[in-house]
């Protein structure tokens, strides 16, 4: 598959507020693709979520830092 027409979605996820920023990243591009072939398969897309805390004052709150 040619590297455009591949699904991508990368996105972080606040667990407080649920706010949703989607983003890219090269370096993840790039090493996906070397663990897919490290496994011997060709990949038609991704999805990437990762979790944590948004940069707003009340989600800040909730760590009780």
């Known amino acids: 598959f040619p590297y455009t027409t ?3 979605s990368d996105h972080l996820v606040c667990d407080v507020c649920g706010k949703i ?9 790039e ?3 070397k663990v897919a072939e490290a496994h011997n398969f060709k990949l038609s897309g991704h999805s990437l979520v990762l979790y944590g805390v948004c940069d707003s004052p009340d989600c800040q709150k909730s760590l009780g830092e």
């Open 21 to 29: 920023v989607e983003f890219h990243n090269a370096l993840i591009e």
């Open 31 to 33: 090493e996906q693709f």
């Open 6 to 8: 591949l699904f991508r």
